[in-house]
């Protein structure tokens, strides 16, 4: 199973990204996705998933109202759309995939990607 994610980069406060995260070797549709994050000297922490049909997403409290998640389930993609980003998104970004329900826990997810990374600058 690999998960790659993309479309990090340096941008300003205000700015918008665009995450993606390609899935192969599994049953896409099998599986819960996940986006985590971790800055440096932080733990690692949720920040948003999507249902195996993408029926129900789930958000951090932190990115409610600026980050949207979504998946195409034919292309195995799973995308995580960043607007108004703030100097303490900087983290690295990990998507990541889970049979569970348990969307918020990062113990949840069976496969990791190797994270992209989004910088903030003020």
């Known amino acids: 199973v690999q998960l790659q994610a993309f479309g990090g980069g340096l941008v300003r406060a205000g700015d918008s990204l665009r995450l993606s995260c390609a899935a192969s070797?599994?049953?896409?549709?099998?599986?819960?996705m996940g986006w985590f994050r971790q800055a440096p000297g932080n733990e690692r922490e949720f920040v948003a998933a999507?249902?195996?049909?993408?029926?129900?997403?789930y958000y951090a409290d932190s990115v409610k109202g600026r980050f949207t998640i979504s998946r195409d389930n034919p292309k195995n993609t799973v995308l995580l759309q960043m607007d108004s980003l703030k100097p303490e998104d900087t983290a690295v970004y990990y998507c990541?995939?889970?049979?569970?329900?348990?969307?918020?826990?990062?113990?949840?997810?069976?496969?990791w990607g190797q994270g992209t990374q989004v910088t903030v600058s003020s």
């Open positions: 990541a995939a889970g049979m569970s329900d348990s969307y918020y826990y990062s113990d949840s997810y069976h496969y």
């Open positions: 070797e599994l049953t896409f549709s099998d599986y819960a």
């Open positions: 999507i249902s195996r049909d993408g029926g129900s997403t």
